[in-house]
């Protein structure tokens, strides 16, 4: 992978946020969320996914983390 992890972190962190915003409904828990999502893909990173899964593998982050704060299992 040729990306570092601060363009990843730029080219979707937008795109996340919109997400966690619209499972969650709340401004402040998207903004949380979205920053815990990067927090745990940056964790992750040396997994050097194929470039056509990162974004798949952020989303399903965030997916994991809005399921878990709505159940109150995070």
Known sequence: MDESF???YEQYV??????A???IGNVTEAEDLTAE????AYHGWSQRLQPDR????LFHIAYRLCVSRTTGNV
Request: proline share 0%; hydrophobic share 50%.
């Open 54 to 57: 990162v974004r798949s593998w």
């Open 37 to 40: 999502t990067f927090v745990r």
């Open 6 to 8: 601060e363009e990843i």
């Open 21 to 23: 915003l619209r499972l």
């Open 14 to 19: 937008a795109d996340i946020y919109r997400f």
